[in-house]
């Protein structure tokens, strides 16, 4: 049974960097898609980006120029990090496994992060 | 890109019928047969419910399913249950091989 264990810095001030790790237990990185999204405090999903091993990634075009995601087959991990977050950044943000051609089967627990000064 | 269109909350007794409509353009949910709907419990992460417009993930039960016509995708839940009542997002593949989700649905088991 697949699953994602997340962690990260859960209060940041304006201006600073976000960076989330995932953890993948019971299965390996190797091929599949990583995503991460995120939610807003009441709010729908908003579907930051994704990428798989080979490096092959697309992202959300309102946020690409600030993210970066990466995965690291030795650590079995994938990882993200979001610059120059502001109090619209706060949210809980999942990491997630692609399922199917464009779906999320497997999900981390979620990480509350909140951007305050 | 713009998120899709979902109501904000629908609501049906148990044991009736209710149906989620997921509004997209041709350049989402008109444009592939990928879309997917995810059950949201509060608190909890999402789960997927439905993949590839139509298909159950292994487990999920077949009171779950989904339909789509031109650029709206359908999610029904037959024979309503008490523990039916959660969120319901649904999210499209785009024609810029980019993922877009709606505002999310309450269903209320009344």
């Known amino acids: 049974q697949v699953q994602l264990q997340q962690w990260g810095a859960g209060l940041l001030k304006p201006g600073e960097t976000l960076s989330l790790t995932c953890a993948v237990y019971?299965?390996?990185?190797?091929?599949?898609?990583w995503s991460w999204i995120r939610q807003p405090p009441g709010k729908g999903l908003e579907w930051i980006g994704e990428?798989?091993?080979?490096?092959?990634?697309s992202y959300n075009p309102s946020l690409k120029s600030r993210v970066t995601l990466s995965v690291d087959t030795s650590k079995n991990q994938v990882s993200l990090t979001l610059s120059g977050v502001t109090a619209a950044d706060t949210g809980v943000f999942y990491c997630a496994r692609g399922q199917a051609a464009a779906a999320t089967g497997h999900w981390g627990q979620g990480t509350l992060v909140i951007v305050s000064s | 890109q713009s998120a899709l269109i979902q109501p904000a909350s629908v609501s049906g007794s148990p044991g009736q019928s209710i149906t989620i409509s997921c509004t997209g353009t041709n350049r989402d949910v008109g444009a592939y047969d990928y879309v997917s709907w995810y059950q949201q419990y509060p608190g909890k992460a999402p789960k997927l419910v439905i993949y590839?417009?139509?298909y159950r993930p292994s487990g999920i039960s077949s009171r779950f399913s989904g339909s789509k016509s031109g650029n709206t995708a359908s999610l029904t839940i037959s024979g309503l249950q008490a523990e039916d009542e959660a969120d319901y997002h649904c999210?499209?593949?785009?024609?810029?091989?980019?993922?877009?989700f709606g505002g999310g649905t309450k269903l209320t088991v009344l």
């Open positions: 999210s499209s593949y785009t024609t810029i091989n980019t993922r877009v």
């Open positions: 590839d417009v139509r």
């Open positions: 990428l798989n091993d080979s490096g092959r990634s």
């Open positions: 019971g299965g390996s990185v190797r091929g599949h898609f």
